[in-house]
């Protein structure tokens, strides 16, 4: 047994130590162990119910084709099922299974390479084509297998590591922080959706690995170390015992710095900073609060159209107002939907976009589907009748969307004022500055918005060209990157300008190494996932205003993104902490 070390991109910090289970979706992935003897018998039924399964399936596709599609398509299910009702193919699983004592999935999967390795060397056409069919039939045993192998990731009910080639938001959502100790894809990066879900459930996680589910076996135990990116798999107990010592004094700085809680943040020169949340799904509204935030700064309202079914005004007023009346007096700015890119819910899903990034999301999606943008905008105002509400509209990207979703909105309020319901007649209604062209034009978009917040996840994909959620240009994606840095000097010299109020809710906002960065920028309303409050403030109240503004003017003298690097963690390291 020898350990693999691989490296991934860190999406949520902290340090596991776990036995690892494979998740899959989508991609199948052949999970390869042996089996004991005692496991035999058990291990040919869930073939042989995977075989009945998979004919049930086939024989439902061909009634549902009947009559719609040739004989010749039809033909192919019919081959299908032939492959599958072959005894001899039956014979051959079974037997391997109880020589070899490899499982089900590895077996199944063995014995179709070798039938398509025989049959590729054959010429002649009908017998190639059956290739396909022999895949095809293998993806969906495999599949059905693994249907009864794995429960889903809700249905967990011990202590594990998850392990997937990549993972939907909602599917982190609806993880069971109880049992599921951390996870790690081979797909994302730090900025997608799943990333930041992991963050906001603390869940400790890592993404980008490019290749970790090939690597891991199930019940492989494994270490997660996401403080400085990397997996271990099947350690030597002295790493293990090194990684104990690391999880405990981890734990020790979090207690230490949760003891800022109740301190302001104040820099040295007294200059107060604002703290507030990030909220994604309704379970963090205590942690935030707990973590000492100062109301919440970007309420994602995706979390509410995560089901096939729509929520409708009701459920989502609801929904608007507990968060609102949680944080009143304290402000909760709720950002409508921004559906779409890796965001994707079944009722979007209806096509693909061939660039779903500057494709039909955010603002576009709600202008598009103005009854539904009407219900949503309708459930804010009514909340913000109970708390102290802001409305944000996502992605706006030319001065006219800002002006239509504005109008919707006021046109929203005169049927409100209608119907006697009541709603903050003096609501700010703000925007996202998250594309290129909203930086350009912010004095122009600051005469009709009443506030501004700089959404740096999206603004640093649009400005640098570079998909957020893709794992292999990670590297271009970087928040330091010169003409980031002279956007987000633009934006608050902008704001300061015309007296706008400006906040930033990127994940760059809750990252301890730019908050001297950010200061020195100009920001002074930060919002970010709970997990990095307490050590953002602790550098906030670390440093003085008049030194993050003399760093960032130098900062701003250099001309690559390394050498930015290298001072920033520089001062980092003086200010605060090494990592061990
Ligand atoms: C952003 O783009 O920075 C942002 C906060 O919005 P989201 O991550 O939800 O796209
Ligand atoms: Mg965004």
Redesign the pocket.
């Known amino acids: 047994m020898s350990t693999t070390i691989t490296k991934g991109i860190i999406a949520s910090p902290g340090i596991r130590i776990g036995k690892a289970y494979l998740f899959q979706t989508g991609k199948i992935i052949i999970p390869k162990y042996t089996i004991s003897e005692n496991d035999v018998a058990s291990e040919i039924s869930r073939f042989e119910l995977a075989i009945e399964q998979t004919k049930n399936e086939i024989k439902g596709i061909q009634e549902q084709i009947a009559g719609n599609l040739s004989k010749d398509t039809a033909d192919i299910f019919t081959s299908h099922l032939m492959v599958l009702e072959d005894p001899q193919i039956e014979e051959k699983v079974r037997k391997e299974i109880i020589e070899k004592k490899k499982n089900a999935e590895w077996t199944i999967n063995d014995i179709s390479l070798e039938l398509i390795n025989s049959l590729a060397s054959i010429e002649d056409d009908y017998l190639r084509e059956r290739i396909i069919d022999i895949s095809d039939i293998n993806k969906r045993l495999v599949a059905n297998l693994q249907k009864t192998a794995s429960p889903s990731l809700q249905s967990i009910t011990e202590e594990v590591i998850v392990f997937a080639s990549d993972l939907t938001p909602s599917e982190t959502a609806l993880m069971n922080k109880e049992h599921i100790l951390a996870f790690v894809t081979d797909k994302g990066a730090r900025?997608s959706?799943t990333a930041?879900m992991a963050r906001a459930l603390e869940i400790p996680a890592i993404v980008g690995t490019i290749n970790i589910t090939s690597l891991v076996k199930n019940d492989d135990l494994v270490i997660v170390d996401a403080v400085h990116g990397q997996i271990i798999i099947d350690p030597s107990p002295e790493q293990i015992d090194e990684f104990r010592r690391y999880q405990e004094d981890f734990r020790e700085l979090e207690l230490e710095l949760a003891k800022l809680t109740n301190l302001p943040a104040k820099t040295f020169d007294s200059e107060e900073i604002f703290i507030y949340g990030?909220i994604d799904v309704p379970e963090e509204m205590k942690i935030i609060k707990d973590h000492g935030a100062q109301g919440i700064g970007?309420f994602?309202s995706?979390f509410l159209f995560l089901d096939k079914s729509l929520p409708d005004e009701e459920k989502q007023f609801l929904e608007y107002k507990r968060v609102a009346d949680f944080f009143d007096p304290a402000p909760v700015t709720i950002?409508t939907i921004?559906v779409g890119?890796d965001?994707v819910y079944a009722y979007t899903n209806t096509y693909r976009e061939r660039n779903p990034s500057l494709g039909c999301r955010?603002i576009r999606f709600s202008l598009e589907n103005e009854a539904l943008f009407k219900i949503q905008i309708r459930a804010i105002l009514r909340a913000s009748h109970y708390g102290n509400v802001k409305l944000m509209f996502?992605?706006i990207t030319t001065i006219e969307e800002f002006k239509k979703a504005r109008r919707i909105a006021e046109e929203s309020m005169d049927e409100l004022r209608r119907e006697k319901i009541p709603f903050d007649e003096k609501i700010n209604i703000g925007l996202?500055i998250?594309v290129p062209s909203a930086v350009i034009n912010a004095d122009i978009l600051a005469k009709y918005a009443d506030f501004f917040?700089?959404?740096?996840?999206?603004?640093?994909?649009y400005l640098l060209a570079v998909d957020?959620i893709s794992e292999k240009i990670a590297y271009l994606y970087n928040p330091l990157n010169l003409s980031v840095l002279r956007f987000l000097r633009q934006i608050a010299d902008v704001a300061r300008k015309h007296s706008m109020p400006l906040s930033i809710?990127?994940?760059?906002a809750g990252e301890p190494h730019y908050t001297m960065v950010l200061l020195g920028l100009g920001f002074r309303h930060l919002s970010m996932a709970p997990i990095y409050m307490h050590q953002v403030k602790k550098l906030v109240r670390s440093v003085s205003i008049a030194e993050c503004v003399e760093m960032v003017d130098s900062l701003l003298k250099l001309e690559d993104t390394e050498d930015i690097e290298n001072m920033v963690r520089k001062k980092f390291k003086e200010k605060f902490y090494d990592l061990p």
């Open positions: 900025t959706h930041i990030n970007l994602r995706e950002r921004d890119a965001k955010a996502p992605m996202m998250e917040s700089v959404g740096t996840n999206d603004l640093v994909q957020r809710c990127g994940e760059m």
